[in-house]
């Protein structure tokens, strides 16, 4: 059984920076890579990188390159999506997916978090 | 950086068949991934690759591409297929990953 399971929501002020948590299974974990995509209200899916968990390896959105880090920790299983700089426009719900490194096939998601920015 | 262009918004009679498309550069080189989204739900894959199917997703679902364009078709649509519908694709040659902007699709 895959499991994704994510961090809960989180509120932010403008600013501020927030990191979300993704912890799957072993397997998942040694094989595959973990992606971040969000959503905002009414907006589309948008990609924001993905981490190869097995080497730590990563790539991001050009749209994003400068405020965000994806990271990992090995003995929990869990990734990692740190948003610095946070606006009004961050405020989304933010998923984790898993591919095969290098894929583009989402075939598991996280259950989300809901990341909320207001003053 | 590449984009892929969905029509808004689709309907269907229930029972009947209904393409949704997905146009763009990228897809003359790559194949599309569709992925269904209901509120309150994360996405969910339908359809993949050249021809490939999730296990446990009904096989009303398929998919098919020419040129720049790819399509989902749905076979005898149900009630449960209303939902938003979104393409995706790698985006040459950044290897960065890219969305359409979502279809939604109202079966009647």
């Known amino acids: 059984q895959v499991h994704l399971v994510q961090s809960g929501a989180e509120e932010k002020k403008p600013g501020a920076s927030v990191k979300v948590s993704c912890e799957t299974s072993r397997d998942t974990f040694i094989m595959y890579a973990l992606h971040w995509v969000r959503q905002a209200p009414g907006q589309s899916l948008e990609w924001m990188g993905w981490?190869?968990?097995?080497?730590?390896?990563?790539k991001y959105s050009e749209k994003f390159q400068s405020r965000i880090s994806i990271t990992r920790d090995t003995s929990t299983s869990t990734a990692y999506m740190e948003l610095s700089s946070l606006t009004s426009d961050d405020t989304a719900i933010y998923y984790c997916?898993?591919?095969?490194?290098?894929?583009?096939?989402?075939?598991?998601w996280g259950q989300g978090t809901l990341v909320t920015v207001s003053s | 950086s590449s984009e892929l262009t969905q029509d808004p918004a689709v309907s269907v009679a229930l029972g009947q068949t209904v393409r949704i498309t997905c146009q763009g550069d990228s897809l003359r080189n790559n194949y599309a991934g569709w992925y269904q989204k209901k509120p309150g739900q994360a996405p969910l894959l339908v359809f993949y690759?050249?021809?490939k199917r999730p296990s446990g997703i009904p096989d009303r679902f398929s998919g098919s591409s020419s040129g720049d364009t790819s399509s989902l078709t749905i076979t005898g649509a149900q009630a449960e297929d209303e939902a938003d519908y979104y393409c995706?694709?790698?985006?040459?040659?950044?290897?960065?990953?890219?969305f359409g902007g979502g279809t939604r699709l109202t079966v009647l």
């Open positions: 690759g050249k021809n």
């Open positions: 995706n694709s790698r985006d040459n040659p950044f290897n960065h990953i890219i």
């Open positions: 997916a898993r591919t095969y490194p290098y894929d583009e096939d989402f075939d598991y």
């Open positions: 981490i190869i968990t097995g080497n730590g390896n990563t």
